[in-house]
């Protein structure tokens, strides 16, 4: 009797020959690059370092594209988006000690993002490790310490026989729910020496599914069919299972209002009748919420900008549905559900009784009104011709990347993503820098449609150097930079709270003449010239920069009377 776990895959004939002949010339960082590639790898961002150089030279034997950025940190944003685009594990090559450390920032959004990042570095020599100070270039007495509190896990390796097996779990754990970045270290003597091991073939790091317990879907269905006004909320988990088709047909079926997250932004149609858009930070959504007797959280953990900053309380059941543990249950009491968006909504589908409710449409179309009346009455015709001009710029499909801005907190409630996993913003661990990179990641990831990134004076310092970076691979990146001399919500919070502002105000460049001197076209735009000047730029191949001198107002919060 033959068992699944006794069938062995015989290798061919040409597999014995190049396994028994590998080529000469290879060393431990063939070995990495050559799994990377069987595991379906295709684009690698990084920078290069010492210690990381047998990385970098066996680059150049492989099929691997290359994307260099200037900053480690950008390169770890840019390894983000394109890990949100196309769901695979987007690999991050890094060196030692500053070049690791100065991705933290960038791993922390991905982490808080579920983004599936695949960060591999180099490690001094294993003559070094074990806590001594031997006083090498770069050494820490413990690097991977700094990243087991970022990442979803750490992979160690110490000889080259290691580093197949390390980078094929580091994979499955990057692509299993939630989506996570992962940390591989490898030494600079074991990447550098000559390897008689066999080429690196096919690797199998099939993820795992997360699957919901059948007799926990099937209690939520039936609250669920008998609800009398049941409510739901999508959240970055939806966008990142690919579950949005799954989320509208079931709110469908129990005629449900829909309000997304930040994170969740586009996985339900902005226009459709049950659709209460974005706007989590405003008192009307978060009533209506509280009002529902069985509320559906899907892919989200409910944290502070999710609640109207903790102030949301349900008063009907809630049913968490959530790929990360931690999070079940974490700020309200629920029916917790661990599993992967998509296959507990199917689950949900299969079970729940359809229901319908003449007023739930009415009850939507009345809660868009009276946030429509109350933003209104805010006199802030500026900032809403401004989002709106972006919109219409920018074509249906094409991603855009918000960095920390007060144009990006508008976009977060008020943007029309046109579609799921469209619209990303560094609204998961809230550091600056983000858009710019980002935005080159998903031009890596697919060339063919224009991307827009949008940031303020300050955060665009960040990641100004990587002009250079979309100059030299041509990527098709819009860059809008609203610049309001200094940064501008940190100088509102400060006024608000203090009288006054401290420590906001910057002196930056000239923006469109240090793109030029980058060879990247530039351009002063005014409000009223935004549209078509940004439609221009989105529509001309290569990278482009549009400035916008504007200073943008936030509007009133809700959560604080």
């Given amino acids: 009797m033959t068992h699944d776990h006794d069938l062995v895959l015989r290798p061919t004939a040409a597999q014995i020959s190049t396994a028994l002949n590998p080529p000469p010339g290879r060393n431990g960082g063939d070995l990495v690059v050559e799994t990377l590639a069987g595991l379906g790898a295709t684009t690698v961002f990084g920078l290069p370092g010492q210690h990381a150089l047998g990385m970098f030279d066996a680059l150049r034997r492989s099929a691997l594209r290359y994307i260099g950025l200037r900053v480690e940190n950008n390169a770890g944003f840019a390894a983000d988006a394109y890990g949100r685009i196309t769901g695979e594990a987007a690999p991050l090559l890094l060196s030692t000690g500053p070049g690791a450390l100065t991705s933290l920032a960038a791993l922390q959004e991905a982490a808080a993002a579920s983004a599936p990042v ?18 090498y270039l770069h050494e820490l007495p413990d690097q991977a310490a700094s990243f087991r509190g970022v990442v979803k896990s750490v992979h160690m390796v110490r000889s080259q026989s290691q580093i197949p097996s390390a980078i094929a779990a580091a994979w499955k754990s990057a692509l299993t729910a939630p989506h996570g970045p992962v940390w591989v270290e490898i030494p600079q003597d074991v990447l550098l020496a000559e390897t008689t091991l066999p080429v690196v073939t096919a690797m199998d790091a099939t993820p795992d599914d ?20 049941p409510a739901i909320i999508a959240g970055g988990g939806v966008v990142r299972a690919d579950a949005s088709g799954k989320l509208l047909q079931l709110a469908e079926m129990l005629d449900a209002p829909v309000v997304t997250t930040f994170g969740g932004k586009g996985a339900f149609p902005w226009q459709h009748p049950l659709s209460m858009q974005s706007w989590l930070e405003d008192r009307y959504t978060t009533d209506l919420l509280e009002d529902a007797d069985v509320l559906l959280v899907v892919g989200s953990g409910l944290g502070e900008l999710s609640s109207n900053y903790h102030t949301f309380k349900p008063r009907g059941r809630v049913i968490q549905i959530e790929a990360d543990l931690g999070k079940l249950e974490s700020n309200h009491p629920a029916l917790g559900i661990h599993a992967d968006a998509r296959l507990a909504l199917q689950a949900l589908l299969e079970t729940v009784s359809p229901r319908e409710d003449d007023t739930a449409a009415g009850r939507v179309r009345d809660l868009l009104a009276r946030v429509a009346e109350r933003i209104a009455a805010q006199e802030l015709t500026l900032e809403q011709d401004v989002l709106a001009a972006v919109r219409r710029a920018l074509p249906a499909g094409s991603p855009s990347f918000w960095d920390m801005t007060i144009l990006a907190y508008w976009a977060w409630s008020a943007f029309d993503a046109r579609g799921a996993n469209t619209m990303h913003s560094a609204q998961g661990a809230g550091g600056l820098g983000y858009g710019f990179p980002a935005a080159l990641g998903a031009a890596a990831a697919d060339p063919s449609r224009p991307v827009l990134a949008v940031s303020g004076d300050g955060g665009a310092l960040y990641s100004i150097a990587e002009l250079a970076t979309a100059k030299q691979y041509d990527l098709p990146v819009t860059w809008l930079i609203v610049d309001d001399g200094g940064y501008g919500i940190l100088r509102e919070y400060m006024t608000d709270a203090f009288g006054q502002a401290t420590a906001t105000e910057l002196t930056r460049p000239d923006y469109v003449a240090l793109a030029e001197s980058f060879g990247v076209p530039g351009t002063r735009t005014t409000p009223e010239t935004l549209e078509t000047d940004l439609t221009k730029a989105l529509a001309t191949p290569g990278p482009s920069v549009v400035v916008l001198p504007a200073v943008l107002r936030m509007f009133a919060p809700t959560h604080l009377g």
């Fill in 118 to 135: 695949l960060a591999i570095s180099s490690q001094i020599p294993t003559a070094g490790l074990g806590g001594g100070r031997h006083g």
């Fill in 210 to 229: 997360l699957v919901p317990r059948p007799e926990l879907t099937a209690v939520a269905a039936d609250l669920l069919s008998r609800a009398a006004r």
